[in-house]
């Protein structure tokens, strides 16, 4: 498998998980699409030594996951390019901010590396919540929930056309490098000399799926932009579950829920 | 280049969305104001071609950082500026919600850095001047392309980065300093926006060569004749062309293709972040910060841990309130994997 194939297979993973049949993914893109921006946003006004707090929010995306029934572990593997970058964000603020706020034994843990904790927390809670969304909604009905938001139907259209064009391409793409490389066994990347032939093919294969795509899409009806059904608008359960999710976040944003629990037990 | 929402504050992030809703909402009366729906699939091919590109690492020499082209200016070359920002915002877009990559929150703030002066700045103080002042009229077109990209890419990702670092300082999240993040930051996309604009000229050239009346500006005598579908095919081409021609050629690079839709933030934090040992001994304002954490931390708060018994029992009752509630969290697990089990096996025998 070559390198746009195994991309092309990333791409359509995400793909089959948006197509699922959860309680997760039956609700629609819209109220899922305002929790998200919601939580994320409530997640990040946390201060940055609030690791309790934050911790708390872990709730959304453990529902979440039980609910849809979609691995952690998947996220983790979806994200495993991203997930060390969130740790880069506050790599700096444990060198920086060195005072010891409690010594465990003999070793003192810095404010520095409580707020790197917390960052850390925020960022993977933030990328979860992304996640989750991108994995139990579909793409037509996020873009139908855009337009309910009001983003223009060009944007929309765009989007889904430039989503629809990806895919084509990077078959294309491998298809082609598979060809090439099959007859250049050995060889890495395309030597310079075959770039013009490699691009005349390009060309001429590219200029029949380009027709037949614009064609394909005229003949379906398509004029200048995309109908989309009811089912961008919000039901009773719909509302159920935003408000539901509203209240919770509230809550975990302004009661101090573990320490409640823990002075409980004690 | 995209940036996390844990970098940005809610407020700073409310604002970049505000400046880049008004630039969106301009680019959307003009191309209403044009009437041009057939335009629409031109920019998505555009729009996934840039898409295509951003999937491509290359590795700056002696850096140990790599780079993805952002491709603001490609596409207002070839749809110009208003058309080629809505189609910026497309591939952002769907960046962020498709594939988690740069923040929901931060989405405003990425338009802005990688859209915004691409697009606009560096096609109306760059891109223009140069293709169509009389001071270069001498020159080829081609060079005028190369010499208006390589610049366009220059200035406006330098204005990319500086907002990046301007953005992060003012939401006052990490404790890096502006400066040298600003020294960190402005050179690196240096070099990566030099390689962007050779790749952009030698696109544009391209496309030039096959069909003039696609750039913006490099012929003034052309006319509107373009049909749609050699619009569409030029564009797919090129896309073709840098989403595979150039990637075969950086296979080398280990990021490359491999990064499958998903890993390109890589790229920039790579960039973003650049680790640069000199950072590391900058002061710090830790007794500031210190005195203002006794008043706002609620979990492990204060050093006194040792002979305060309220913190102390703060503290703990932290630590039980985690133990007890991750204790529930398994004992939720195992009950819904149990319900999941027991309604797969009811579908079954339904079957």
Redesign the interface.
């Given at each position: 498998m070559n390198r746009a194939e195994n991309a092309l297979y990333e791409l359509n993973e995400m793909d089959e998980l948006a197509n699922g049949n959860s309680p997760v993914h039956r609700f629609s893109a819209l109220a899922k699409l305002l929790v998200t921006v919601i939580y994320i946003a409530v997640t990040m006004s946390f201060d940055r030594y609030d690791l309790s707090g934050v911790l708390m929010m872990a709730v959304y995306p453990y529902v979440l996951f039980q609910l849809s029934g979609i691995p952690f572990r998947t996220c983790i593997y979806k994200m495993r390019y991203i997930i060390p970058l969130i740790a880069f964000v506050g790599i700096f603020n444990p060198l920086l901010d060195r005072t010891a706020f409690v010594t465990i034994g003999r070793v003192p843990l810095s404010y520095g590396w409580l707020s790197f904790a917390v960052l850390f927390a925020k960022g993977m809670l933030a990328i979860s919540a992304s996640f989750l969304l991108a994995a139990t909604t579909r793409i037509d009905a996020v873009c139908a929930a855009l337009r309910k938001l009001r983003m223009p139907a060009e944007i929309v259209t765009v989007i889904l056309l430039m989503y629809r064009y990806v895919s084509v391409l990077v078959e294309e793409v491998g298809v082609m490098s598979n060809a090439y490389h099959l007859r250049a066994p050995g060889q890495k990347g395309i030597h310079y000399s075959a770039w013009g032939s490699f691009l005349g093919q390009l060309l001429l294969r590219s200029m029949d799926r380009a027709q037949e795509l614009y064609a394909s899409m005229l003949l379906r009806g398509y004029h200048g932009e995309f109908l989309y059904t009811a089912e961008a608008g919000m039901a009773g359960r719909d509302w159920m579950y935003l408000l539901t999710w509203t209240a919770v976040i509230a809550l975990l944003r302004s009661v101090p829920v573990i320490q409640i629990i823990g002075n409980l037990f004690m | 280049m995209h940036m996390?929402?844990?970098?940005?504050?809610?407020g700073v992030?409310a604002t970049m969305y505000a400046a880049s809703g008004t630039a969106?909402g301009v680019s959307?009366n003009r191309?209403?104001r044009e009437n041009e729906?057939e335009k629409?699939?031109v920019?998505?091919?555009s729009?996934?071609?840039v898409?295509?590109g951003q999937?491509i690492n290359y590795t700056i020499p002696g850096t140990g950082s790599s780079g993805h082209i952002c491709g603001g200016i490609l596409l207002s070359a070839l749809l110009g500026p208003y058309a080629g920002f809505?189609?910026m915002?497309?591939?952002l877009?769907?960046q962020?919600?498709?594939?988690?990559?740069g923040?929901?929150?931060a989405l405003g703030a990425n338009i802005w850095n990688m859209a915004f002066y691409g697009c606009f700045v560096g096609y109306f103080l760059i891109w223009r001047p140069i293709m169509k002042g009389k001071a270069l009229s001498s020159l080829p077109v081609s060079a005028r392309i190369t010499a208006a990209a390589v610049l366009g890419c220059i200035v406006s990702l330098q204005l990319g980065a500086l907002s990046v670092v301007i953005e992060t300082s003012l939401s006052g999240?990490?404790?890096?300093?502006f400066g040298p993040f600003v020294g960190v930051m402005l050179p690196i996309h240096l070099a990566i926006r030099l390689v962007e604009g050779l790749i952009t000229a030698a696109v544009l050239v391209?496309v030039y060569k096959a069909r003039p009346e696609l750039i913006k500006d490099a012929d003034e005598s052309a006319g509107n004749s373009m049909s749609?579908?050699a619009v569409?095919?030029i564009?797919?081409?090129v896309?073709?062309?840098v989403?595979?021609?150039l990637?075969?050629?950086?296979?080398?690079n280990p990021d490359?293709?491999?990064?499958?839709?998903?890993?390109?933030?890589?790229a920039?934090?790579?960039e973003n972040?650049a680790?640069d040992e000199e950072?590391?001994g900058?002061e710090?304002s830790?007794?500031e910060?210190?005195a203002q954490?006794q008043e706002?931390?609620?979990?492990?708060?204060?050093?006194a841990?040792?002979d305060n018994d309220s913190a102390l029992?703060?503290?703990?009752?932290?630590?039980?309130?985690?133990v007890?509630?991750a204790g529930c969290?398994l004992l939720?697990?195992c009950i819904?994997g149990f319900f999941?089990k027991r309604n797969a096996a009811g579908r079954a025998d339904v079957n």
């Open positions: - | 996390a929402d844990v970098l940005l504050s809610p992030a969106a959307i191309l209403r729906p629409l699939p920019m998505a091919v729009a996934a071609m898409f295509a999937m809505l189609s915002i497309a591939v877009v769907v962020c919600l498709f594939f988690a990559d923040g929901l929150l999240i990490t404790d890096l300093p391209f749609l579908k569409l095919c564009l797919a081409v896309t073709l062309f989403g595979g021609g990637s075969l050629y950086a296979s080398g490359g293709l491999e990064w499958a839709l998903f890993g390109n933030r890589e920039g934090y790579a972040m680790l950072a590391f900058v710090s830790a007794a910060t210190a954490v706002t931390t609620s979990f492990l708060p204060d050093y841990f040792k029992g703060t503290t703990v009752s932290g630590v039980v309130g985690s007890v509630v969290a939720l697990s819904f999941r």
